[in-house]
């Protein structure tokens, strides 16, 4: 596609269920990235998919999140048993490779908001 | 560990007037330095990047920024501003393996005054 690609814009969720969040990255981009903004804050890591190689997983905050993706296409991040806490926008950024050696293009991101 | 540090989390110029926002690093090794501009409303965009050879880097929007490894700084400046700046600034450093996590600051909010 054109560009990154994240659905829903939008999620309104009530406590205690479970959310999946959806990223279409720039196609042929092999690497793929989830970030987490609260508001007024900075951007958190979450997780790292590159190619085939298995995917960095050292900013998920605990084991309610999780993500998947198939091949070099598309990726979910799930989170189970939402808390107040994980209210953010959930961002989805793509590049041709590692972060540091190409631009990574960012998604508009998913707001999440649980009550 | 790697960390990001925008001192400034709110900064007000007047439209016109030269602009410096602060970024200082952490990070062992030679870092690849990224500053990235959030507008209201818009995805993230990338403004500047610097992996290595000349420190001083040009970027988009008439925007450069410096790398000063003894300083651990890398500082956006721009002579000029107009009010079309006024947005979210986010510094970052891409570290370990081939920079393969990146890591961004707090931000830094950018208002233009008339």
């Known amino acids: 596609g054109a560009g990154v690609s994240q659905s829903p814009s939008n999620k309104v969720t009530e406590k205690g269920k479970d959310v999946e969040l959806r990223c279409d990255p720039i196609?042929?981009?092999?690497?793929l990235y989830w970030y987490r903004q609260r508001l007024g804050q900075g951007l958190e890591f979450l997780i790292y998919f590159q190619g085939n190689s298995a995917p960095d997983k050292s900013g998920l905050p605990s084991d309610r999140f999780s993500a998947e993706r198939t091949g070099e296409s598309v990726s979910t991040l799930t989170i189970q048993r939402t808390q107040q806490e994980d209210s953010a926008v959930y961002l989805c950024?793509?590049?041709?490779?590692?972060?540091?050696?190409?631009?990574?293009?960012f998604g508009q991101g998913t707001r999440l908001t649980v009550v | 560990a790697q960390s990001v540090t925008q001192p400034d989390i709110h900064i007000t110029v007047s439209e016109g007037a030269s602009l410096e926002l602060r970024c200082n690093y952490s990070?062992?090794?030679?870092?690849?330095l990224f500053w990235y501009v959030q507008s209201p409303g818009q995805g993230l965009q990338l403004l500047l990047k610097y992996f290595s050879g000349d420190t001083l880097v040009q970027g988009i929007k008439g925007f450069e920024a410096e790398f000063k490894r003894s300083q651990s700084s890398f500082n956006l400046r721009k002579p000029s501003v107009h009010w079309s700046d006024a947005a979210e600034y986010f510094c970052a450093v891409g570290a370990g393996s081939s920079a393969s996590k990146i890591i961004f600051g707090s931000g830094t909010r950018l208002s233009i005054r008339p």
């Open positions: 950024a793509s590049s041709f490779k590692a972060l540091g050696a190409t631009e990574a293009f």
């Open positions: 196609s042929g981009h092999t690497a």
């Open positions: 990070y062992g090794a030679t870092p690849y």
